[in-house]
Structure formats: structure tokens, C-alpha cells
């Protein structure tokens, strides 16, 4: 069955770089479409960036364009978010999904 497996968050001071992985596992991972979303406390799960099974064509939600980069390795099955020049409000759990099944999420916390 397909597993998807965060790492990388934590906390960081704003303006500061964080890289999250996602491991993909149980299923052909470079067949797929792959997406980040973030669910701060109290609002509803947003999509954050999305990137096409080959890793050429991007999408990002506006308020992180610039920022944060989608990318992918196919051969080791993992989808990457590097978030860089981060701000207080892009703390939130932070949710690898692709192949219908999700992660369990990551902490990420921007504060001083």
C-alpha cells in the first residue's frame, strides 16, 4: 500500500531556509502527480505547490511563489519543498499527498 513519510520540519527564525522531504513508497512514484498543502491552526488545508509526475511543470498557491520550490527525484521516490525567505505566517503542519494517500504531516513553526 502507498505510504508517504515527512521529515525536515522544525523551527526556524523568519527569513530563515527549511527543506522538507516526502518518501514515497508501495507504488510507482514517478507515474504521479506529487503536492504539498499546510493546515495552520484554525483554517482549512490549502494547497502549497504541486509538480507533474516528470518534474518539469510546477504550480504554486500565490502567497509562497518565489519562496518555495517543488522539486522531485524520481529514482529515489521522494518530492522535496525547499521554503526560503519563511515569515511567521507560513507556520503550519505542513502534508505531502500524492497517489490518493497522504502523509502524517510535519511541523514547521516561523517565529523568534
Known amino acids: 500500500q502507498a505510504q508517504l513519510v515527512e521529515s525536515g520540519g522544525g523551527l526556524v527564525q523568519p527569513g530563515g531556509s527549511l527543506r522538507l522531504s516526502c518518501a514515497a513508497s508501495?507504488?510507482?512514484?514517478?507515474?504521479?502527480?506529487m503536492y504539498w498543502y499546510r493546515q495552520a491552526p484554525g483554517k482549512e488545508r490549502e494547497l502549497v505547490a504541486r509538480i507533474d509526475p516528470s518534474g518539469r511543470t510546477t504550480l504554486y498557491e500565490d502567497s509562497v511563489q518565489g519562496r518555495l520550490t517543488i522539486s522531485r527525484d524520481n529514482a529515489k521516490s521522494t518530492v522535496y519543498l525547499q521554503m526560503n525567505s519563511l515569515k511567521p505566517e507560513d507556520t503550519a503542519v505542513y502534508y505531502c499527498q500524492g497517489r490518493e494517500s497522504w502523509g502524517q504531516g510535519i511541523q514547521v513553526t516561523v517565529s523568534s
Open positions: 508501495g507504488f510507482t512514484f514517478s507515474n504521479y502527480a
